[in-house]
């Protein structure tokens, strides 16, 4: 079964075209790797595909999602354990140990830094135990450590059977497929 | 998720700035006596209306916080990822705004009416009529809220798109407070009834709206 099929889509965001007749397949334990220069319209295809913005044309279907973009979206006053709780999900305990946040648990989302805050989001990602991650950049601001607790994270999430589709300009370890959107 | 997301939204009105909207409410209803003079009578008459003014303002002062926040940091984003709908998110706003400032006005009413002078009867009608409209302010301010999310200026816009819908619910609001008859009640519940059902559906689709 794929996680994410889609057939011919095309977006037009601000008068422009991003794409046309794009067709994306995502099968379970795949890791899908978009790439292409600023503007290519990475992040709207990654939207488009978890459904928040909606496509001009073509048919998209996707298992549950889980999606890391730009936005933290957790409660700054909150400690980081309570803030990850808000949104639930089946494997927090988990997912705080992967990405390093046990010791940070009681401290206020405010506080992190930004490396700290970018291994939260990953994190609540994880714990959502959703099939597909949708990652928007997600080694911005990691470091080294931080890039190999998330590859780690990624194979283990692959084993189980669930796909990653991110888009990325520097390499993300491991085997993936690179889909170009320049071409 | 939705009893979560009221919960969320009660705790964060009762942290941050709920006390504001009170204080704002009973500064209004002290400065009333002031503006137009101790004369009972008079201040008898024009007490409910204040009132009302003041809960109306006070009911808009937290809108900047309802929406945008979640907007900008992508929680609204997250919340319909989760399979909550726009809908949804719009109802557990909007019943989250009301328990923050809802319960404590009435805390507040009390001596708001004594300071405008109302006698027991009149502070008891004035009661019930802002029981019945808090709860469509609070659908409003939370709509408005959405309709202007992520806009500049969004507050003083905010004030233009409110006013002409809140007209009708004050007219009949204040209105009900002068009279024991019972019609200008009936018609504050209409209009009450009216803004509270459909305000979900416009921030439902003005929380869509603001994707794209």
Known sequence: MSLVQGRGLALIRGGRLLFKGLDIDLARGEALLLTGPNGIGKSSLIRVISGLLRANAGTITRADAALADDNLALDRELSVKRALAFWGGPRLQEAMAVFGLDTLAPVPVRMLSTGQARRARLARVMASGAPLWLLDEPLNGLDADGRERLGRAIHDHRSAGGGVLAASHQPLGGDWRAMDMAR | ?212
């Open chain 2, 1 to 212: 998720m939705i009893r979560a997301l009221i919960l969320r939204e009660l705790k964060r009105g009762l942290t941050g700035s709920a006390w504001l909207p009170m204080i704002f409410f009973l500064i209004v209803a002290a400065i009333v006596p002031f503006a137009v003079g101790p004369d009972a009578p008079v201040l008898a008459r024009i007490g409910p209306g204040a009132l009302w003014i003041a809960a109306l303002t006070s009911a808009l002062l937290p809108i900047e916080r309802l929406i945008e926040p979640d907007r900008a940091d992508g929680v609204l984003d997250q919340l319909s990822l989760v399979g909550t709908s726009e809908e949804g998110i719009a109802f557990a706003k909007i019943a989250g705004h009301w328990l923050a400032f809802g319960p404590l006005l009435f805390l507040a009413l009390l001596p708001a009416s004594a300071l405008v002078g109302l006698d027991q009867h009149a502070t008891a009608r004035t009661a019930l009529s802002l029981a019945i409209g808090t709860p469509a302010l609070a659908a409003l301010a939370v709509a408005v809220a959405s309709l202007t999310a992520g806009l500049g200026r969004a507050s003083s816009l905010a004030g233009v798109l409110l006013l002409p819908l809140a007209v009708p619910l004050v007219i009949f609001g204040s209105a009900a407070t002068g009279s024991d008859s019972g019609s200008a009640l009936k018609l504050e519940a209409a209009v009450a009834l009216f803004i509270l059902a459909g305000g979900p559906f416009v921030t439902g689709a003005a929380i869509r709206a603001a994707r794209t």
